[in-house]
C-alpha cells in the first residue's frame, strides 16, 4: 500500500496555475481558431476594464 503524501510539500498556489492553465488548454482545444484576449481573462477570471 502506498504511502500518504505528506500535506507539508503541497504547494496550492501550484495547484491553482495548474487549474487556470489546463481551463485555458480545454477552451483552446475547442476551438479552430485563437482565443482573443477578451476570452482568456473570461477564462482566468480577470476583470476587466472598459
Known amino acids: 500500500m ?3 503524501l505528506d ?3 503541497r504547494d496550492d ?3 491553482d496555475e495548474i487549474e ?3 481551463r ?3 477552451a483552446a482545444s ?3 481558431t485563437h482565443l ?3 476570452e482568456v481573462d473570461e477564462i482566468l477570471g480577470i476583470a476587466t476594464v472598459s
Do not use: G, V
Request: no cysteine.
Open 2 to 4: 502506498p504511502e500518504p
Open 20 to 22: 487556470l492553465t489546463s
Open 24 to 26: 485555458l488548454i480545454i
Open 30 to 32: 475547442a476551438r479552430d
Open 13 to 15: 498556489q501550484a495547484l
Open 7 to 9: 500535506s507539508r510539500l
Open 36 to 38: 482573443s484576449q477578451r
